[in-house]
């Protein structure tokens, strides 16, 4: 098993600009969530997924969307970057019934 | 869902014990405590999780005070590749198991 995939590992942006944050998993997992680490912070979490077809806002949700359309894969779509979104963004997922989280290598997002 | 307080950082000496203290006084009856690490630009690991009882696996363990009020995680035999930041984060079950995470505790493994 590839475990949690996240493509690419580094980008650089400019303000206005759009991208999707792709994210993978071949462990058949139903949850997936999106978080962000801002430097020597801690993650929060963007959104999350219980199952294909359902996704729900976390914590830190303004400026990105996410849709869910496989078991398999998560994407995160920022449609307007702003410098505020230079972060490292994380992908996680989850068996049902399981309590821990198997997190991506994450990518590393810089706007300017 | 309850706050929990960590030391921001310590040193451990390589081969001893790592104790690594958390504080949650106000965990609910169905909250688990939840141990993560994360090694310097990667993705957080799970360790391990507790509700009530002591846990063991492979990597730590885990002591719940009988109050619940505060727990300690335990790397038997600390190397050089324990270095990382640690979180406790303390989450009911019943909400989707979403985590969040604070400053943790940079542990420092030193030869």
């Known amino acids: 098993n590839a475990g949690v995939t996240q493509t690419p590992k580094f980008r650089i942006l400019k303000i206005g600009q759009s991208m999707t944050l792709q994210c993978a998993q071949d462990m058949n997992h139903n949850y997936m969530y999106w978080y962000r680490q801002d430097p020597g912070m801690g993650l929060k979490l963007i959104y999350y997924?219980?199952?294909?077809?359902?996704?729900d806002k976390g914590e830190v949700p303004n400026g990105y969307n996410v849709s869910r359309s496989t078991t398999e894969d998560f994407p995160l779509r920022l449609e307007l970057a702003a410098p505020s979104q230079t972060s490292v963004y994380f992908c996680?997922?989850?068996?049902?019934?399981?309590?821990?989280?198997?997190f991506g290598p994450g990518t590393r997002l810089t706007v300017t | 869902d309850a706050k929990t307080t960590q030391p921001p950082s310590m040193d451990c000496a390589e081969g001893r014990a790592a104790n690594l203290p958390c504080n949650h006084s106000?965990?609910?009856?169905?909250?688990?405590v939840y141990w993560y690490r994360q090694i310097h630009s990667q993705g957080p690991q799970y360790i391990i999780h507790?509700?009530?009882n002591n846990e063991t696996n492979e990597m730590a363990s885990l002591i719940i005070t009988e109050d619940r009020k505060s727990s300690t995680l335990i790397l038997p035999h600390a190397t050089l590749r324990d270095t990382a930041v640690y979180y406790c984060i303390v989450r009911a079950a019943s909400n989707d198991y979403k985590l969040s995470f604070g400053a943790g505790t940079t542990v420092t493994v030193r030869a």
């Open positions: 507790g509700l009530k």
């Open positions: 997924s219980v199952g294909a077809g359902i996704t």
């Open positions: 106000t965990i609910s009856g169905n909250e688990y």
């Open positions: 996680a997922s989850r068996s049902t019934g399981a309590h821990e989280q198997y």
